[in-house]
């Protein structure tokens, strides 16, 4: 499964619903939404948000990362 047919599949605002709902993300979304804002697949500047703060979520710990 590619990035952009995960996020187009969901939409980033309800990926983050989810996530941050949970407070757990899978590594291998986690490593495709990096993806996607390494590779600037993100279009809209309210998706590059969205991610980065799911990023920074991730790094203090807020969301926890799954296996």
Do not use: F, P
């Amino acid at each position: 499964m590619t990035t952009k047919a995960y996020i187009s599949e969901y939409g980033i605002s309800e990926l983050y619903l989810n996530i941050w709902k949970s407070g757990k993300i899978d590594r291998t979304v986690l490593h495709q939404i990096q993806n996607a804002i390494n590779s600037q697949s993100l279009k809209s500047s309210d998706d590059r948000k969205i991610v980065s703060r799911l990023l920074y979520a991730v790094r203090r710990g807020w969301v926890s990362v799954m296996d």
